[in-house]
C-alpha cells in the first residue's frame, strides 16, 4: 500500500486576501505557491527582521537531520508530521522512505493551501504508506484517533512539531497539547519540536515588532517565547545531544553554523 485517502478534491478554499503562515513560509524558503499578498507581506517582514529567510531554511535543514537521525539512529519508522506546511522537495516521508522504505508517515495541517496541495505528500514507496488528515493541533485526540488509521500508536512513534507550537498563544494549552501527543505514544518514541525566540542572545530581539506586524496583517496569530517556557514543553523527555539549541546548530554539519532565534530539540520519551 502506497497511499492513505486522498483529500476531497475542490475542498479546498484558500483567502488570497489576507497573507497566511504557509504560503508566506513557502516564499521565504523560495517556493512558488503564495500569492501577491503573502509576498507583500513577507518582504515587509523580511525588512524588518531580514534573519527570517536564514530561520525557515534552518527550520526546514533540521527537519532533515532529525528524520534521518531517528530513521537511520534510533530506528523510528512512524512519523506524525504536524503542521506539516506545504509540499517542498525533502518532505518527512521522501527522507524517512530513503532510509527504511517500509515507514509509515501521517502529515496533519488545517491551512486549506496545504490541503490543495496534498496529493504531493500522497506519494509513498511501495513498501510504506503516506497519508494526510485535515486537521487541527489544538484537538490532539481527534489528530491522534484520524492518525491510527494508518499509524500503529502502540509502537514508537516520530511527533514532529515544528513552527507549530508557536500558533498556539496560551502556553498552558501549548503544554496540554504536547502532553495529551506524548501520552498516547509508547516508550521509545520522539518529540521533534522547533519554536521561534525572542531571547537576545540568540538574534530573537528583532522578533516581537515582526510578530506584532504579522498579527495585524495577516493570519494566523502567532508568539514566541523564551528558551525556558520552550525547555517545558521537553518535561519529563530524554533529550538528544545537543539538546535545545538553535535549530541551524543541532548537530550541523559545520561548528561554525551561525544560530537563528529558531530553538530546535529532538528528546525521547523513556
Known amino acids: 500500500m502506497s497511499e492513505g485517502h486522498s ?12 497573507a497566511h503562515n504557509a504560503r ?3 516564499h521565504w524558503i523560495g517556493g512558488t505557491d503564495h500569492y501577491p499578498v503573502d509576498r507583500r507581506v513577507g518582504e515587509r517582514i523580511a525588512g524588518m ?41 525533502e518532505n518527512t516521508h521522501q527522507i524517512a522512505q530513503r532510509i527504511a522504505p517500509a515507514s509509515r508517515i501521517v502529515y496533519a495541517d488545517n491551512d486549506p493551501t496545504v ?14 504508506v503516506t497519508d494526510y488528515l485535515d486537521a487541527d493541533v489544538r484537538d490532539p485526540d481527534d489528530v491522534l484517533r484520524r492518525a491510527a488509521a494508518t499509524l500503529d500508536l502502540s509502537r514508537p512513534v ?12 496560551d502556553t498552558g494549552a ?13 516508550a521509545g518514541s520522539h518529540l521533534v519540536l522547533t519554536h521561534p525566540t525572542y531571547d537576545a542572545d540568540v538574534g530573537g530581539a528583532g522578533n516581537v515588532a515582526a510578530m506584532e506586524f504579522w498579527n495585524a496583517h ?52 523513556p
Open 24 to 26: 508566506v513560509w513557502n
Open 7 to 18: 483529500p476531497a478534491a475542490g475542498s479546498a478554499r484558500p483567502d488570497t486576501t489576507v
Open 158 to 169: 516520530a511527533v514532529l512539531l515544528l513552527g507549530v507550537l508557536n500558533f498556539v498563544p
Open 115 to 128: 490541503l490543495a496541495h496534498a496529493r504531493s505528500l500522497l506519494t509513498s514507496s511501495p513498501e510504506g
Open 49 to 89: 527582521f531580514p534573519v527570517i529567510r536564514a530561520v525557515a531554511r534552518a527550520d526546514r535543514e533540521f527537519l532533515g537531520r532529525a528524520v534521518r537521525f531517528l530513521a537511520a539512529g534510533r530506528g523510528i519508522r512512524q512519523f506524525l508530521d504536524l503542521g506539516s506546511g506545504l509540499p517542498t522537495a
Open 174 to 186: 501549548a503544554r496540554e497539547i504536547v502532553r495529551r501527543l506524548l501520552a498516547a505514544v509508547p
Open 218 to 269: 495577516a493570519a494566523p496569530p502567532i508568539t514566541a517565547r523564551g528558551r525556558a517556557e520552550i525547555a517545558a514543553f521537553l518535561d519529563g523527555l530524554e533529550l538528544v545531544e545537543p539538546g535545545l539549541v538553535p535549530c541551524s546548530q543541532w548537530r550541523a554539519e559545520s561548528a561554525s553554523t551561525a544560530p537563528v532565534p529558531q530553538f530546535g530539540a529532538v528528546a525521547g520519551k
